[in-house]
């Protein structure tokens, strides 16, 4: 019996190193605290749970709180007392809530919190040694108690806290592209997580455990659906179903945002036209907006797409982005909502460099939009490539508020097969100086709305998550969904400090393990922009998937969709000349950087082909001619994945057996494919620079007609265990 019962604990015990580690568990993995003597020590410091609050938020940050105080410490506290009565008591709560905050000389320091923010701080209660979380809000305390376990995940010292943190932007979004058949748009992580079909009856545990892992981050709203949208959501069948969602992710500070498309007084409304300054479509978005507000009484508002590859919007009525957004933003206003217009248009029939059209488009309507609406501008002036310079509508507009939109997902970055941290995107673009007012006009400051006092501001992260065992179809791709909310929240924070957080409460926190994969994460995007795109490439991947090398793609639909339209390579060199002697794109830049971009000596090599068409032969700084420094370049990307994989597979003594090996697996492939970026670019675009391979490298392993063909399979498919 007694042996049965060891062969039993013995198999579970393999089976949980085996298969329990899916990567499900995220950042929130609340595994007891390895180092006996941190244990101990903490163990004193947490006695006792004085946690009186009831409401439902207050409850889930009680939930969570228990949860990971019986996980990381194994100490299954109550929460029934109303004030500290032992040492190392942790009080919980708003001075609304719990009376012994309220009698704590906090009043100045919460003052300073806001609507969102907390502290936590180490004080005494009637002699008695007390470490208090303090918010204005329930979701304050929600956001403080995260901050507290993750001091525990990350191995902080508990004793004389002093920490106060509030949110820098109000509105925290993911963007889901998410369709109502389950198909997530650009989604490479398994089918969207709302079962449309079960929803409104069935809850899906994952609902939950998806707000737990945004409110840990501070993220305050979800945009359920696709950008490209569908009429149906905004009918009341779909209406309810969004509504059990939202009634998930309210107890979690998150409110529910939809996208509406434009042309839904057609399609589900049954008038005759969406032209937005027509009555009878005015009052059909009042109404529908009246009784959206039914089934979501806290609705955050409407995330639109308009006259944008090929979504219908004003301008199908000869009306501009801010009639359209106006209509939206009154049918909300008098609910509190708010109207999300995005910025990313770019039209065919107009020859302008599409990186111009954005800015051509929106400039001009700067000062027409309601207080309500914030428009949404991507980060760059393209889409989303591995590199761009930031978008010269950041800065343009100063009487309008502008939102930021990262995209997490990684479309034209190896989406969820490459390994590439975005914390060192986000801050390159966030920090990037507009001088729109003059030095320190940050990105940041700009999607913050200090810069030009707006009262909404707002960033948006469109979303990596599916229905994926580990959510992000990689596991560390939960480090950019973590990034990104981290960022949202506090745009100073280091992309290393960030890095180094997650890794601790995803893996361990030991230092064999975090110093080499922190930085491993830190060089990750640059070694995708060096086998992909380096030096100011962009778009240059295959068609339509965006998976791939395409530089040879000539003959899609539009101009613009053609890799041949951005790099513009010929025997004369290569790069798009958006100079005052080209496109003249430059000029809607802010002085310093609109000079620093149009003269090539002066721009960084970074966005060197961006900018500027230069020669084969040209000089580089490394003293390197183009041709040869682009070849460097591209065959640098691949040997640092292969570093990376390298000091991978040393690691393997820190890391639970499936979660190595499927990392493992995914930076093996990695490294095909980014040989395969590499081979197929440099092959194409040496039928152009006539030059060679520099001695030394080597060399590819096919014929260019082999990349170039569709059917071209870089390595054999995933093992089951990652399909
Ligand atoms: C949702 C890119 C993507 C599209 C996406 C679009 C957008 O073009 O390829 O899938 O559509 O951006 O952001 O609207």
Redesign the pocket.
Known sequence: MKRNLLALCLLLLICSQTYGESGYRLWLRYDKVKDPALLENYQRMVTQLVFPGKSAVLNAAKQELKLGLKGLLGQDLNAAAVSPTLSGALLVGTPASAKAIAALPLASKLKALGKEGFLIQSVQVKGKATTVIAANSDVGVLYGVFKYLQLLQTGKPLSNLNISSAPKIQLRMLNH?DNLDRSV??GYAGLSLWDWKTLPDVSNPRYRDYARANASLGINGTALT???ANAKILTKEYLVKAAALADVFRSYGIKVYLTARFSAPIEVGGLKTADPLDPAVRQWWKDKTTELYKYIPDFGGFLV?AN??GQPGPQNYGRNHADGANMLADAVAPHGGIVMWRA?VYDNKVPEDRAKQAYSEFKPLDGTFRKNVIVQVKNGPI?FQPREPFSPLFGAMPKTPQMMEFQITM?YLGQSTHLSYLGTYFKEVLDADTYSKGKGSTVARIVDGSLDKHSISAMAGVANIGLDSNWCGNIFNQANWYVYGRLAWDHDLQAETIADEWLKMTFTSDSGFVAPVTQMMMASRENVVNYMTPLGLHHIMSEGT?YGPGPWVNSAERPDWNSTYYHRADSAGIGFDRTSKGTNAVAQYAAPVREMFEQVEKTPEAYLLWFHHLPWTYKMKSGNTLWNELVDRYYFGVSAVQLTRHTWAGLEPHVDAQRFKAITALLERQEQEAKWYRDGCVLYFQTFSKMPIPAGYEKPAHELAAYMNPNFIPMPPLPAILQ
Do not use: A, G, L, Q
């Open positions: 592209w748009e650009r696709n950008v490209n797409k944008s590859e990313f889409d479309e965006h």
